[in-house]
């Protein structure tokens, strides 16, 4: 008995591997694009600037009010530390060290929530320079200069053309048959290939 090969065709499409779409992480104008579609760019590339007027001024006050704060706290460490000989001299009530020792503890809290206040405006800052997450070529560009844009709101998409991978629909019962890493012939047709 001859043995003749089966063939069975599945209809599928070329498909990156990496992809990425590029999103605002907050309400603002675009000043700057740096990208246009068909646009090869590199990891870390600034593709976008929004308008960081406001979060300049911001970082700019939680400077202000962390310096303020790191005054304040060496100020009522000296305090308690003078508070603190005089106790140990019985020359100040418990109530006064109390409040020495009290308003210590408050500035050291107020120092840790203005140094955590200038990190969070450095990082909300940050994000209005928008960078790309890879290499890759540009393939959708929709925003322009102008523009205000809100977070979540998808400004690029990107995609690896180095990594392409061909995804097609088969029947369940072929792919049962199917293995990891097993070499399938494929046709493209808009390719002649």
């Known amino acids: 008995v001859l043995k003749q090969p089966r063939y069975e065709t599945a209809t599928g499409t070329v498909k990156p591997v990496h992809e990425s779409a590029v999103a605002a992480k907050l309400l603002a104008k675009v000043l700057e694009i740096n990208a246009t579609a068909s646009q090869v760019v590199q990891k870390d590339q600034v593709l976008v600037k929004l308008d960081d007027a406001d979060l300049q001024a911001r970082l700019k006050q939680a400077e202000a009010s962390l310096t303020s704060a790191q005054v304040r706290s060496e ?5 308690f530390g003078r508070a603190e000989q005089l106790k140990s001299k019985k020359a100040i009530s418990q109530t006064d060290f109390d409040a020495a ?5 408050s500035a050291a809290a107020e120092l840790e929530r ?11 800052l940050d994000y209005a ?7 890759g070529t540009i393939i959708d560009k929709r925003v322009e200069v102008g523009d205000t ?12 053309p180095t990594h392409m991978q061909m995804v097609a ?25």
């Open 169 to 193: 629909s088969v029947r369940e019962s072929l792919a049962m048959k199917l293995k990891p890493g097993q070499l399938l012939p494929t046709r493209l047709d808009a390719l002649d290939f």
């Open 149 to 160: 844009v809100s977070p979540g709101q998808i400004l690029l998409t990107l995609f690896d």
């Open 114 to 124: 203005a140094t955590q206040a200038v990190t969070e405006s450095q990082v909300m």
């Open 129 to 135: 320079t928008i960078r790309s997450p890879m290499s």
């Open 75 to 79: 100020q009522t460490k000296t305090e």
């Open 101 to 105: 020792q009290a308003a210590m503890k």
